[in-house]
């Protein structure tokens, strides 16, 4: 059974930066794709990174302050957040979903096969 854990979310004021983290267990090789979502009235896509050559995606309005990064040897994906702003505020959530392409994405919640319990981020002064 494929678990993910998230960590390092908290209070942070507008401007600064979080680093979150999420530790992947259970799974029997690295052809996952790794996403992180975070909870609005839904759940919002974040950033998404392949398996294969680690390219990163990321929604419109998180380009530029965000970078996802993984390291497969540790089975642990990263999200840097810098720039923080109140609107990033949520419940951020790690998923993985396991694919034969080496560069295929996934950007919509009903295509991740397994998430983690999120992590608070909250952005206040």
């Known amino acids: 059974q494929v678990q993910l854990v998230e960590s390092g979310g908290g209070l942070v004021q507008p401007g600064g930066s979080l680093r979150l983290s999420c530790v992947v267990s259970?799974?029997?090789?690295?052809?996952?794709?790794m996403g992180w979502f975070r909870q609005g009235p839904g759940k919002e896509f974040v950033a998404a990174i392949s398996w294969g050559s680690g390219t990163p995606h990321y929604a419109d309005s998180m380009k530029g302050r965000f970078t996802i990064s993984r390291d497969n040897a540790e089975n642990t994906v990263y999200l840097e957040m810098d720039s923080l702003k109140p609107e990033d505020t949520a419940v951020y959530y790690c998923?993985?979903?396991?694919?034969?392409?080496?560069?295929?994405?996934?950007?919509?919640?009903?295509?991740?096969?397994?998430w983690g319990r999120g992590t608070q981020v909250t952005v206040s002064s």
């Open positions: 998923a993985a979903v396991e694919t034969y392409w080496a560069e295929r994405f996934f950007y919509t919640e009903g295509e991740y096969q397994y």
């Open positions: 259970g799974r029997s090789s690295n052809n996952y794709v």
